[in-house]
């Protein structure tokens, strides 16, 4: 096991190992839903919520159930089931007890089972094999970064909508070259702090 | 099946409906694993076959599954498939698992399976729904395929691993780099666009 101190990991998850721009995950709905701001501000919370929660269970569910019964091959399975599992509780205590808040977050708790992010980071957390304080603070800074990664694109796509863009570069690839000039800048904290 | 059907359901998920280029799913995966060709190439076969058995497992059980709990069979199904390809990986090619680290696993979430599945599989017979898994596979191998080839050219100076380039060729640093992928796919969208609206153009001057 490598010793980082949890704070670099998460400064690190943050900014230069961030889920978009260097490991490309959660590329779908970043791209789908960061049209407005609003929108792509109670995505990034929903995320960061679910991938923590979800993170800290599969840490336990993998170091507790999969390494003593030898289910290493199993890994997949059990991880996706831990976090669809979450993600339809999380819908149902919602529902019953924060019905505002679910209105608001509602539609994109489905949308979250099939972010690759949620299940990148548990990955992650196993190949890195960070112990629970890393794991923790991993899964915080990733969602964290995720969610600024996505509100950024929905600020610049808000004000891109005026703009006269090249018919064929309309919609997608602008926002893919945009992301990808984000990437450079991100690029430039790697000589901050480095993980991996 | 008449051939003239099966030429349908791979030009429409190869060309017309390609998931990267127009439906714009699974794009994750094809921006992590570009940077090499063999690893674009493997990942696309891995892809190709998840989907299409998942597609045909997913219609040959439609009938048996509930309704609510669709997703659920559905993510099941598709991990069983991705463990198969993960471990084959381990056994035979022990190096090409570790450069494609979780991505294998990610399979699972990459939206072209559950998109098939879900627009296709679950209301057409089994053998069909296998084809157009497997088109979807190629369109989405295809991408990755173009992609790959500039970035392992220009950031490597190797094709498959072959030295292309002159050896006095420099290398760009930034093809190796994240933010290439982003530009190149973009590249490739912004051309496939311009393609599209030039024959709908056509189409319509023809009428």
Known sequence: ?196 | MKLSEIKKIFNKGIFSENPILVQVIGICSALAVTNRMMNSLIMGIALSFVTAFSSFTVSSLKDKTPKHIRMMVQVLIISAYVIIVDIFLKAYMTDMSKALGPYVGLIITNCIIMGRAESFAISNPPIPSFLDGLAAGFGYTLVLLCIATVREILGFGTFFGFAVMPAEFTKWTLMVMPPSAFFILACIMWAANNYRTKKQLKGVEKK
């Open chain 1, 1 to 196: 096991m490598i010793e980082v101190h949890p704070l670099v990991i998460f400064i690190a998850s943050i900014f230069t190992s961030n889920m978009i721009f260097s490991n490309f995950l959660g590329m779908c709905s970043f791209i789908a839903v960061s049209k407005e701001i609003p929108t792509a501000i109670g995505l990034g919370i929903a995320v960061t919520a679910v991938l923590t929660f979800t993170t800290i269970l599969n840490y336990f569910v993998y170091w507790y159930i999969v390494v003593p019964f030898n289910l290493e091959y199993l890994m997949y399975i059990i991880f996706i089931l831990v976090i669809a599992a979450f993600v339809q509780l999380l819908e149902m205590v919602l529902e019953r007890y924060l019905s505002s808040l679910y209105y608001a977050l509602g539609i994109f708790l489905p949308l979250i089972t099939v972010n690759c992010a949620i299940l990148g980071v548990s990955l992650f957390m196993v190949s890195r094999q960070y112990n629970f304080i890393q794991t923790v603070f991993f899964a915080a800074g990733s969602g964290i970064g995720w969610a600024l990664a996505i509100t950024a694109m929905a600020g610049i796509r808000s004000r891109l909508s005026e703009k006269s863009i090249p018919e064929g570069l309309r919609g997608t690839p602008i926002t893919l070259i945009i992301t990808g000039i984000m990437a450079l800048a991100f690029i430039g904290f790697s000589g901050m702090v480095q993980i991996q």
